[in-house]
Structure formats: structure tokens, C-alpha cells
């Protein structure tokens, strides 16, 4: 298990962590009657590539994995996945949603939708649904999912018709002040601004933005969702708008289930990454459950391929079905609306 369980991304680490503890709680009696034994490690991800590597080497090396689950942001994972692709270890991303991700090679898989999906969903529904017609967009230039899904977000606005009227960039883990960018924007006077940025640092901009009086609907995606982004943007997150695969929100019976036991184990709500890293668990043990024994290939090939055929897995975030590119296509994509302390479902779009 690769988590970043340190550094600024902690939190969703620890989120994906509690995830994966449900779901092995509820798969612990399977397996101890399966042809195989499950043990699972941790190594922290430190949050950055670098430490990322390193821990991604050590269980290959180290510890001998036969796969690899993890890890959740982008950044990461994409400095893993190299190495778990030259050692022929699957690697299985619960929440990765760069494009990129899978196109590393036939060992990584994911079990989301890609970047370019909620980005299409968000500039389509800003120009369709919000009427919003002109847009800022903030990236952060140190994480890959701020660079690439902004891309994709205004290639589909101008497509649309829509006018970017200036990308404003900074470095989150560089830039102490973010001063500079929130003047920029202010004097473009945006409808919108849109700004697929982690939480740890968008609470901060929300906080900032409306110190500075600026006014533009902000719009964002599933990197705002955690819950200390309204503890440190202080109650100014009011109206938001962001694109995301999961709610605890949603009345289906399997989702209301999941949040309740998630609830009752933690005393918080599960966020998309605690809801994407329980299902990662079952769409392993799928795999797990198809191998043939005697194995005519290695633990690792035999996995790889059980993963490469997944289909139709009911999980909390959706069908889960894996494509020839291994990834996860979901064509529903939930619009939720930033509260001062919560959210509520705003809509959904539907990708064609």
C-alpha cells in the first residue's frame, strides 16, 4: 500500500488509509478460506515524488510486493508507476486521475475516471448550465492534476465558445503568498475562476479571495474534497462549485450503507478518496478470486491480468469496469456546491 501519509497531503492519505481498513474488515473472512494469504504494507509517500519513489522501490524491492495499491494524487502515483512498470508489479491507483497515469504502461491501472473527463464535465456545465461565458484559471504548477486538468478544462471552454481571459499560476509548494495571483485575478474581474487546486491549499485561496473582494464564482474539482478544506477556509467557501465521482450524500442504498459503517468507525464522512480506496480493495479481490491455480505465470502477471479484465464491480463510486487502457470510465459526474462548513449536490452532467 502506497499512501502518503506525511507532508501536505496527509490528510487524504489518511483518508484513503480508513477506506482500505473497511474494506479488508469486510473481506477478512473471505479471505481466510481463499488459495492465497493477503498481507498488506504501508510505506508512506511522503506526499512528493521523490519520497514517493523511494517507497515505491522499497515494497519491490524490499518487501517483495506482488502488487502495489496506491497512491491517491497524481504526483505521486506518477513517480511510482515507472518503477512499478519496469519491475512488472501492478500497480492499482484508487484515485490518480491524470491522463497520464495508465499511459505509463500495461502494469498500471486505476479505478476512477481520468482528469479529462471531470475537466469536459466542468467547462461544459460552466457554458451550458452556469451560463458563465468568461474565466480565470489558477493552477498550481507543482502538481501535475492542477496542470493537466486545467488543460483539458480550457481546451473545452474556448471549443465551446467560451474566453479564458488569463491562466494564473503559482507553486504550492514554493510560494508562501499567494498575493500576487489573487490581485491578478481580482483586476480581470472573471464570471468565474476556475482552479483545480488541493484543498490544503485552496482553503487558504477561498480565505484570501474574499479578502480581497473578489467576488467570481470559483469552480473546482475532486482535489477540493476533504474536509479540513472548510476549516481553513474559515466559512468563506460559500457557493463553490466542484466536479467529483462521490458523495455520502447520495441516497443509493450501497453509498448510504458505506457512510453509515464509515461514520460509525471514524465519526467522520467518507470522502471520495476513502470511497475510491474501498472499492480499489474489492477490485482486487476480484482479480484475486479469478486466478487459476496451479498459476502457469508469476503472483504479479497473474494479478496484472486478473486487474486488466475487470467488469461490471458494483462499488460506492460506481460501476467499476476496466477498459483497454485500464481505466475506469464513469460517465456520471456529480456537481456539488461548497456550504460554509459542508456541501449539497448541485446536479449532475452526464459525458457523452
Same mark, same amino acid.
Given at each position: 500500500m502506497l499512501l502518503s501519509r506525511t507532508g501536505g497531503l496527509a490528510d487524504i492519505g489518511?483518508?484513503?488509509?480508513?477506506?482500505?481498513?473497511?474494506?479488508? %474488515?469486510?473481506?477478512?473472512? %473471505?479471505? %481466510?478460506?481463499?488459495?492465497?494469504?493477503?498481507?498488506?504494507?504501508?510505506?508512506?509517500?511522503?506526499?512528493?515524488?521523490?519520497?514517493?519513489?523511494?517507497?515505491?522501490? %522499497?515494497?519491490?524491492?524490499?518487501?517483495?510486493?506482488?502488487?502495489?495499491?496506491?497512491?491517491l494524487t497524481s504526483t505521486t502515483t506518477l513517480a511510482a508507476a515507472p518503477i512499478a512498470q519496469s519491475a512488472k508489479v501492478p500497480l492499482l491507483s484508487p484515485s490518480s486521475t491524470s491522463d497520464k497515469t495508465t499511459q505509463v504502461g500495461n502494469y498500471v491501472f486505476r479505478a476512477c475516471l481520468v482528469d479529462s473527463v471531470q475537466a469536459i464535465a466542468m467547462a461544459n456545465y460552466a457554458f451550458d448550465r452556469l451560463k458563465i461565458k468568461e474565466v480565470a484559471v489558477l493552477v498550481d504548477m507543482d502538481m501535475d492534476h492542477s496542470r493537466d486538468v486545467s488543460k483539458v478544462f480550457i481546451k473545452e471552454f474556448e471549443k465551446r465558445g467560451g474566453k479564458i481571459l488569463k491562466v494564473v499560476r503559482f507553486r504550492g509548494n514554493h510560494d508562501t503568498s499567494n498575493v500576487a495571483q489573487l490581485t491578478e485575478l481580482r483586476n480581470l474581474h472573471p464570471q468565474a475562476?476556475?482552479?483545480?487546486?488541493?484543498?490544503?491549499?485552496?482553503?487558504?485561496?477561498?480565505?484570501?479571495?474574499?479578502?480581497?473582494?473578489?467576488?467570481?464564482?470559483?469552480?473546482?474539482?475532486?482535489?477540493?474534497?476533504?474536509?479540513?478544506?472548510?476549516?481553513?477556509a474559515a466559512g468563506t467557501t460559500e457557493g463553490g462549485l466542484f466536479t467529483n465521482t462521490f458523495s455520502y450524500l447520495n441516497p443509493s442504498q450501497k453509498v448510504q450503507k458505506f457512510r453509515a459503517n464509515f461514520k460509525g468507525s471514524y465519526g467522520v464522512e467518507p470522502s471520495a478518496?476513502?470511497?475510491?480506496?474501498?472499492d480499489s480493495i474489492f477490485v482486487l479481490e476480484n482479480a484475486l478470486s479469478r486466478i487459476v491455480f496451479p498459476m502457469k505465470k508469476s503472483f504479479s502477471e497473474s494479478i496484472r491480468d486478473g486487474l486488466a479484465t475487470t467488469k461490471r464491480i458494483e462499488g460506492v463510486t460506481g460501476e467499476i469496469s476496466l477498459d483497454r487502457d485500464r481505466n475506469a470510465p464513469k460517465p456520471d459526474i456529480v456537481i456539488l456546491q461548497l456550504k460554509k462548513d459542508g456541501y449539497k449536490f448541485h446536479g449532475t452532467y452526464i459525458n457523452q
Open positions: 489518511i483518508a484513503g488509509a480508513r477506506g482500505f481498513e473497511l474494506a479488508m %474488515k469486510e473481506l477478512a473472512s %473471505k479471505w %481466510k478460506t481463499s488459495n492465497y494469504r493477503v498481507q498488506f504494507i504501508y510505506e508512506d509517500a511522503g506526499s512528493g515524488p521523490d519520497t514517493a519513489a523511494i517507497a515505491t522501490n %522499497k515494497l519491490i524491492r524490499g518487501d517483495k510486493v506482488d502488487v502495489i495499491i496506491g497512491d475562476i476556475y482552479a483545480p487546486v488541493y484543498y490544503a491549499k485552496m482553503g487558504a485561496i477561498f480565505k484570501q479571495a474574499r479578502t480581497f473582494g473578489i467576488q467570481a464564482q470559483f469552480l473546482g474539482d475532486d482535489a477540493w474534497d476533504s474536509p479540513l478544506l472548510f476549516d481553513l478518496y476513502s470511497a475510491l480506496a474501498y
